[in-house]
């Protein structure tokens, strides 16, 4: 495998686009990692037990990628920057409500529930903008998703943890607080970009746009491939190792514990960030497919569950290996695909990505139950070095080069 290092760039990264899509990105990341140990503490406090954490992550991610088709459409419609901000509103609304009624009493679990029904209909309206205003604030794409994939582990590593000093000392009322504001600085941010007119094409119905951006994914053969893989890793990996790596790691270590975890993950993403600022394989996928092979160690962390910092190195070494295929990824859906199709392009393969997540997600609790958590754990472990040797095995992801005259 070929690789290539980086030159200085001809031009700073840092202007002003960029910094405030980046502190919208990142403030937003900082919230959204919070979560998933708030609502696994808080689902657990509350008697809901590891089925009720399952539906509560399932039903935010079963909504997400329902309606994420969708908000690609209106991005290429529109412009995504509008979007963008109207979702950053509706989930300050959601989440300061939760806040609200966590402090007063006991939220049922239809509130919850609901709440994150709604919170996954606006994420899916935000997230297909964020791939493709990277080209609109960066000049070096590479450059750009590497830094954006540090800040992502950054705030992987400080939100968990993060959060689990604040359920520990507090309560998780606090942490969906915190989460509000995320979105409220997001919003202020991206309100202040200033970008070139969007130009868009309206002359095609709804339907017409679902279906053009359904013949750009499916005639890319490297593009669906992954995404099936990707359905293998949401059913048995994505989707269960937050609720039961949650309930494995809080039975052995304590409530803390599962947060600190969550944060070495995010450091080992800052880590493959910054390698994947570096190095550029001439062929990205296989690139990336070889570091997926480190993404196995946090579920085997969480199903072992050995002393808390080799839970910790576990995790950190799979966020490494994650975060260097992600920049890959990224880069490569980014600089191949029309720039006037890639907001919908961008919801299929995000839709696609996630979609067996929520299944994964509510059977967890239940599978759980009947076969065990740490051998479930050890299942998912088996199957994410399953699902690299695949990545390695399919032609088409394999021999993939770099886009020719792309950064």
Not at 60 to 81: C, N, Q
Not at 128 to 146: C, E, H
Not at 337 to 364: F, K, M
């Amino acid at each position: 495998m070929a690789l290539t290092v980086a030159a200085p760039p001809s031009s700073s990264l840092w202007n002003r686009n960029f910094g405030l899509y980046f502190t919208a990105r990142i403030v937003s990341m900082l919230g959204d990692t919070m979560i998933p140990v708030a609502t696994a503490v808080a689902m657990l406090s509350l008697g809901y037990g590891v089925s009720g954490v399952g539906y509560a992550l399932g039903a935010w991610m079963g909504a997400f990628a329902l309606f994420v088709v969708f908000g690609g459409v209106f991005a290429d419609r529109f412009h995504p920057v509008p979007l963008m901000i109207g979702a950053d509103a509706v989930r300050l609304l959601t989440q300061g409500s939760l806040a609200g009624y966590l402090w007063l009493g006991r939220p049922p679990l239809a509130f919850i529930v609901g709440g994150a029904l709604l919170g996954g209909v606006a994420t899916a309206m935000f997230q297909p903008g964020t791939n493709s205003l990277v080209p609109q604030v960066a000049d070096d794409a590479q450059r750009a998703n590497g830094v954006l994939r540090v800040s992502q582990g950054i705030a992987t590593m400080a939100g968990p943890a993060l959060a689990g000093l604040l359920v520990a000392s507090t309560s998780a009322a606090w942490v969906f607080a915190v989460d509000a504001a995320t979105f409220a600085v997001s919003g202020v941010c991206l309100l202040a970009l200033r970008l070139p007119p969007f130009e868009v094409d309206r002359s095609e119905s709804t339907l017409a746009n679902l279906r053009t951006g359904w013949d750009e994914f499916r005639s890319r053969s490297w593009l669906w491939a992954v995404i099936l893989i990707w359905w293998v890793l949401g059913v048995f990996v994505w989707g269960p190792i937050t609720p039961l790596g949650a309930a494995s790691i809080i039975a052995a270590h304590g409530k803390a514990a599962f947060g600190l975890a969550e944060g070495a993950f995010g450091a080992g993403c800052v880590l493959g960030g910054l390698v994947a600022i570096r190095i550029r394989p001439a062929r990205p996928l296989f690139g990336g497919a070889v570091a997926m092979f480190l993404f196995p160690l946090m579920p085997l962390a969480a199903g072992l569950v050995p002393a808390l910092p080799l839970v910790m190195l576990g995790y950190g070494l799979s966020g490494v290996g994650w975060a260097f295929w992600g920049v890959q990824w990224s880069t490569t859906v980014q600089t191949r695909i029309p720039e006037d199709r890639l907001n919908r392009v961008s919801a299929y393969e995000i839709a696609g990505s996630i979609l067996a997540v929520p299944l994964g997600q509510a059977l967890s609790g239940p599978a759980g139950s009947l076969f065990g958590v740490h051998r479930l754990l050890l299942v998912a472990a088996l199957t994410a070095l399953g699902c690299a040797v695949t990545l390695l095995l399919v032609r088409p992801i394999r021999r993939l080069p770099r886009a020719a005259g792309r950064p």
